[in-house]
């Protein structure tokens, strides 16, 4: 979201590609300051998310079929907003969903279009929740400011009509910032998920003795 709305992508283009001379008013964007931050999906990872967003003066708002309990949401400072309030007045919107047949291809051109005029759209979640030709249109149109994905359509293999590649026209956008599923690229991390897995796997053996 930084990195999006504060353009560092175009200023890290910036300072390489020109004779730098220093300060200039120049790349001005928006800020989680003060800006409407909704998340959908409450699991472990919108939970996360809004947890982390405590230190930006921002406000929370999150949307979830299942919904919060008082103490989580006086928790996470996070007040529920019905769908289409969150879509459509958030400044930021964070799909932490899982991909099922209710999310797929969900945030479309419809989604998109009453999304707020000037919003970011940020997915850490899964590829497919998005339609990425989709969201290239609204990049072009302006009507969306920025996209931020950790997360593509070609990388959800199981459905039978995954693209090949992203498309052309998503990454040929200047106003996006893209990673290649780095979520979890974490070297602790990354050793906690092989030690759940071994753990899991010998309480199976264990189990079938």
Not at 6 to 13: E, F, T
Not at 84 to 105: K, M, N, R
Not at 116 to 141: C, H, M, Q, T, W
Not at 148 to 157: I, L
Request: with cysteine; aromatic share 6%; hydrophobic share 45%.
């Amino acid at each position: 979201m930084i990195a999006l709305c504060r353009n560092v992508r175009a200023g890290d283009a910036h300072v390489r590609a020109v004779d730098f001379r220093g300060w200039r008013p120049l790349l001005y964007g928006g800020s989680l300051d003060g800006a409407r931050v909704g998340v959908i999906g409450a699991g472990q990872v919108g939970q996360a998310l809004l947890r982390l967003l405590s230190g930006f003066c921002c406000e929370r708002v999150y949307f979830d079929i299942a919904g919060l309990s008082a103490a989580q949401e006086s928790d996470l400072k996070a007040d529920f907003q019905p769908l289409e309030t969150l879509i459509t007045t958030s400044d930021f919107v964070v799909l932490a969903t899982p991909l099922t047949p209710q999310t797929l291809g969900v945030v479309d051109a419809t989604f998109l279009g009453r999304m707020k005029a000037g919003a970011y759209l940020i997915n850490p979640g899964r590829g497919s929740v998005v339609v990425e030709d989709a969201v290239a249109d609204a990049l072009k149109s302006g009507h969306l400011a920025g996209y931020a994905a950790d997360v593509f359509e070609m990388e959800d293999q199981s459905r039978p009509d995954a693209p090949a590649a992203v498309p052309e026209a998503l990454l040929n956008a200047t106003n996006t910032v893209f990673t290649p599923h780095l979520g979890s690229a974490v070297a602790s991390v990354r050793k906690q998920i092989a030690q759940a897995a071994a753990d899991e796997i010998s309480r199976c053996l264990s189990s079938a003795v």
